[in-house]
């Protein structure tokens, strides 16, 4: 099945988003060669429609077209500054009552239904292109926020020219950026026990989790929580730093392309990671040192039990052996302090593990 999403939002301010239970409006369809058959997937290409009513989308088993995702996104510049509203930002603000609204500061794409997902399944969403929409990037900071509020009692934005055909960023006079475009913002459904849940604080169902490794190329994993999981995407970067410190990135406007995959025979309370170089454990807490230790207890749970599972040949550890290769040769690292609850990863080379060795 083909849909295109076309949501272009020029300078709209950081608004709550509207989430809502029904998927984009199907438009046309186009059959692909299928993928393994051990695999349930499905690929999509999305068109959002503001005006017209949504729904549901058809199970195409054998069909996994991949995901096209217009997702610009809103750059998070303080409130006070006045800008003007494309139609789009227009109807959020006229057209839906406050209450439908938020709670949370990002404009995200979404929700899209996966048909076969269902609570239990995990989620497989293969992140395989990302394209970074306009020449530039905004950062900007305000009171009482980042991560040093009684330092910076004051709002700063700052504009960043991006060189798409380099790939860096002009931050300043000899101070040039180099670009990693990814989504900060890609979950779905919280448990339904969650209620409305706000779109900032990272948690197991994904969302903000702002993490600069999750870029085209990256594999992210996610327990389903409700049925057709319900994805979304947003807040989009053209590159950050470790812990996003002042509370923005490099804010500007993306387009992605996903396919989805649900496995019904795994099992996953908290969202992981691959990069064609690392698996990645994520911990989320209002306290850093609690998700330092969820990350690393994620990563000992992923090297211990799930991956030989998942894996055929790779090398089963025990737990002791787990913890000790995490102190030995892995990375853990903070992923932001600023979204309410802090965000901690752990990085695992796959380059550790010798092809077909299997000892235990």
């Known amino acids: 099945m083909i849909y295109k999403i076309h949501a272009r939002q020029p300078n709209p301010p950081r608004h709550p988003v509207r989430r809502t239970p029904n998927p984009p409006r199907r438009r046309t369809a186009a059959a692909h060669p299928p993928r393994h058959s051990h695999h349930r997937s499905l690929g999509l290409l999305l068109r959002q429609s503001h005006s017209r009513p949504h729904h549901p989308l058809r199970r195409h088993r054998h069909h996994p077209n991949p995901l096209h995702l217009r997702l610009p996104r809103a750059p998070k510049i303080p409130r006070h500054r006045p800008l003007r509203h494309s139609p789009y930002v227009e109807d959020i603000y006229k057209n839906y009552p406050a209450s439908e609204k938020g709670p949370g500061g990002h404009i995200l794409t979404g929700p899209v239904a996966i048909t076969e997902a269902e609570p239990g399944d995990v989620l497989e969403v293969r992140i395989q292109k990302i394209s970074i929409d306009v020449p530039w990037a905004c950062n900007g900071f305000g009171p009482g926020r980042g991560f040093l509020p009684n330092d910076f009692p004051y709002s700063r934005t700052r504009i960043i020219p991006l060189d798409r055909e ?32 706000n779109s900032a604080p990272p948690w ?19 327990p389903v929580n409700a049925k057709g999981a319900l994805f979304e995407a947003g807040d989009g970067h053209a590159g950050q730093g470790n812990g996003e410190v002042d509370i923005t990135a490099l804010e500007t406007q993306l387009t992605g392309t996903f396919q989805f995959i649900v496995h019904k025979d795994q099992h996953l309370l908290w969202p992981r990671g691959e990069t064609p170089t690392a698996y990645i454990a994520m911990g989320f807490d209002e306290d850093l040192k609690t998700a330092t230790e969820m990350a690393v207890r994620n ?62």
């Open 166 to 197: 380099k790939m860096i960023g002009h931050f300043a006079p000899g101070i040039d950026i180099p670009l990693h475009p990814f989504f900060g913002s890609m979950g779905i459904a919280p448990p339904e026990s969650a209620g409305k849940y």
């Open 204 to 222: 197991m169902h994904a969302g903000n989790i702002d993490n600069k490794e999750m870029v085209a190329g990256t594999t992210l994993y996610i």
């Open 299 to 360: 990563m000992i749970t992923f090297l211990s039990e799930e991956i030989p599972d998942q894996i055929p040949g790779h090398p089963r550890l025990t737990r002791d052996e787990a913890y000790a290769l995490i102190s030995t040769a892995c990375d853990v690292d903070i992923t932001q302090l600023v979204d309410t609850k802090s965000g901690v990863h752990v990085l695992c080379p796959r380059k550790l593990f010798i092809e077909g060795s299997n000892n235990h």
